[in-house]
Structures are given as structure tokens and as C-alpha cells.
């Protein structure tokens, strides 16, 4: 069974990069996070569609009725890249463990 829909409102959450720890949950479609701090961020939407590239939903809005601006994607460009490679370097490691 995979992950699709996740409500995570009401959590008390409050920095953006707390999310960076579901990007493990490739099925996921739908993420809800009302009422937590970290929703009050200018670039909230558009850093969620950044790093959860997956989603087709985010607190009830389709990801193409978000307006996001290429400055704001092009400011997580860099961040993004960083965790994209320390993720391939640890599927390396672990592909080169398992053998």
C-alpha cells in the first residue's frame, strides 16, 4: 500500500524544511497542512511543489492553480540540486552495501 493523501494540520509545525523529510513518499498526492506555522511563509506553496515534486495537491489546491514565478524555483534551484545529490549518493551507498 502507498502513501497518497497526507493531513498533517494543526501540527505545530514551523520551518519549511521539515517537509524535505516526505520527499521518501514518492506516491504521495496530496498533502494538507492548515494551521501550521510554516504555512504562513511567503514562498510556502511554491517550496512544497518544489521539493514534493509528486503532488497534485496541496491544502486543497491543484497544483496548477498555485501561480508560482520562475524567481521563487529559481531560488530553490540550488537547495534542491544539494538534496538531490546526497539522496543518489545514499541509494549508491546503500545499492553498494546490500552486494
Known amino acids: 500500500m502507498k502513501l497518497e493523501l497526507l493531513i498533517l494540520n494543526n501540527n505545530r509545525l514551523s520551518q519549511l524544511e521539515e517537509i524535505l523529510e516526505l520527499r521518501n513518499c514518492s506516491s504521495l498526492k496530496s498533502l494538507s497542512m492548515v494551521c501550521n506555522p510554516l504555512t504562513q511563509s511567503e514562498d510556502y ?31 530553490f534551484t540550488a537547495q534542491l540540486r544539494q538534496i538531490i545529490e546526497k539522496e543518489l549518493k545514499n541509494k549508491i551507498k546503500n545499492m553498494e552495501e546490500s552486494e
Open 45 to 75: 506553496f511554491e517550496y512544497v511543489i518544489t521539493f514534493l515534486p509528486s503532488l497534485i495537491y496541496v491544502d486543497g489546491k491543484s497544483k496548477e492553480s498555485i501561480k508560482c514565478c520562475d524567481e521563487v524555483f529559481c531560488k
